[in-house]
């Protein structure tokens, strides 16, 4: 009881005091950041001030390796370069050419004019033509080197699509006629046809003779009922060999 009654006394005592004379406690120091970070997270109708973001930066090593540059990108390999011929063809024409009749009599010599009559006339026409897409086409379809393509052509017609043997092989690739058509070919003098028939044999005269390039041309040229395990002393076909393998090594590009 004296204890409750001593506190009371103390209570009233204080109360007394003027108010400059009651005891100031300092503020702390981050009470104002805390409210402003009240008012930013706790209220969000009251926007609190930015605080700044502090970015920690690291000192580099003068030593260290740089960091290694990419590496260039791979060039793109050439392209099968263009093979441009001289293509002859017949383009029908309509002309007005003079027609002479035979007059029964004398009298209608003198009693009428012959009309003008038109025919059709053909003429032949000359215009250069890529075929490095046929041979590309044909050559990416049976799996064969367009570059020996292009070897064996300019050995066989030196690019004339009208090129004609005296044995009777015709086209760029000098096709037979029982060996064009049984190859697919339906014109010999077409380049599409002719090229294309001429890359499947040659195809096929590759796996018979399991990839020897030598015997393949040798065959192409010769048969292959008359190429066995080397080229045969035949000096039409052994000058064929040479002149395809380096008229090949010509235009294949070297390798990189």
């Known amino acids: 009881m004296k204890l409750l009654r001593s506190l009371l006394a103390l209570a009233v005592l204080v109360a007394a005091l003027p108010v400059s004379a009651q005891p100031v406690i300092p503020a702390h120091p981050h009470a104002e950041r805390s409210q402003d970070t009240r008012a930013t997270f706790g209220d969000q109708n009251l926007p609190g001030p930015e605080l700044p973001v502090a970015v920690p930066t690291f000192p580099t090593d003068p030593t260290a390796d740089p960091a290694p540059a990419p590496a260039p990108a791979a060039a793109a390999p050439d392209a099968f370069p263009p093979v441009p011929i001289v293509l002859g063809t017949r383009v029908a024409v309509r002309k007005y050419v003079p ?9 209608s010599r003198s009693g009428r004019q012959l009309p003008q009559r038109y025919r059709v006339v053909y003429e032949r026409r000359a215009a250069t033509v890529d075929i490095a897409p046929i041979i590309l086409k044909h050559a990416n379809k049976h799996n064969v080197d367009p570059y020996l393509v292009k070897a064996v052509i300019s050995v066989e017609s030196n690019f004339n699509n009208n090129a004609t043997s005296w044995a009777g092989a015709a086209g760029l690739m000098q096709l037979m006629p029982a060996t064009g058509y049984g190859m697919g070919a339906r014109n010999l003098y077409d380049p599409d ?51 395809v393998m380096k008229a090949y090594k010509t235009f294949k590009p070297p390798a990189q």
Request: aromatic residues 8%.
């Open 99 to 107: 027609v002479h009749e035979r007059r029964g009599t004398l009298a």
């Open 193 to 243: 046809d002719n090229i294309g028939a001429g890359t499947r044999y040659l195809r096929a005269m590759l796996d018979r003779y399991k990839g020897r390039l030598d015997l393949a041309i040798a065959a192409y040229n010769a048969g292959p009922g008359n190429v066995y395990d080397r080229v045969p002393n035949i000096s039409e076909t052994q000058r064929y060999v040479v002149k």
